[in-house]
């Protein structure tokens, strides 16, 4: 089992450019979500899905888009980055929401926009 | 206002040493969840208890719901305990604490 998968592990924007940070599961997970780690502030809630065709906002969604088409699949847009979106970007899956099963995480994704 | 806070933010312990970590939460919960981040970045779910208290191995959580706190021990520290413990708390958000930095020293 690969668990939850993220790529790419780094990357380097240019302000105002756009880019897809993707992530997949092969546990068959309904719960996935997306999370930024910035330095003081602990992991914050950006986007997650209780199921295929189904997202909802988190802590901090403005400038990111998410979708899910297919229950593996939860790929995080950034529109338009912004040095603000410098951070290491999480991505997590539950067999189902609410807090009431474990967490499985992927390995991260940091991301630095100049 | 944070809606879940950790103590300490930093901790150094000599090998061998008991370990005390505290979390206090402000949300209702079904469960609270405790996290390690290893130093190469790496997040695993250590615990999830609604509950009492749970072991494994060296590692024991323990949660108190009518006082919304919870404290992550650790017995016979070891260097390889070295990391960063991140309680969570699920409400209509998931909200972490941001974390203790344990470094155990051999």
């Known amino acids: 089992n690969a668990g939850v998968t993220q790529t790419p592990k780094f990357q380097v924007l240019k302000t105002g450019q756009s880019m897809t940070l993707q992530c997949a599961q092969d546990m068959n997970h309904e719960y996935m979500s997306w999370y930024r780690q910035d330095p003081g502030m602990g992991l914050r809630l950006i986007h997650y899905s209780v199921g295929a065709g189904i997202t909802d906002q988190g802590e901090v969604p403005n400038g990111y888009n998410v979708s899910r088409s297919t229950t593996e699949d939860f790929p995080l847009r950034l529109l338009s980055a912004a040095p603000s979106q410098t951070s290491v970007y999480f991505c997590a899956s539950s067999p189902g929401g609410g807090g009431n099963y474990g967490y499985t995480f992927g390995s991260g994704t940091r991301l630095t926009v100049v | 206002k944070n809606e879940v806070e950790q103590s300490p933010q930093n901790l150094t312990a000599q090998e061998g040493e008991f370990i005390t970590i505290n979390c206090s939460y402000s949300v209702g919960i079904s469960a609270l969840h405790w996290l390690q981040q290893h130093p190469g970045g790496g997040i695993v779910s250590l615990f999830m208890l609604s509950s009492g208290k749970k072991k494994h191995g060296r590692l024991i959580a323990t949660i108190n719901i009518q006082e919304k706190h919870s404290s992550l021990h650790i017995t016979a520290s070891h260097p390889r305990d070295s990391a960063v413990y991140i309680c969570?708390?699920?409400?209509?958000?998931?909200?972490f604490g941001t974390g203790t930095s344990l470094t155990v020293i051999p």
């Open positions: 969570a708390a699920p409400g209509n958000q998931f909200y």
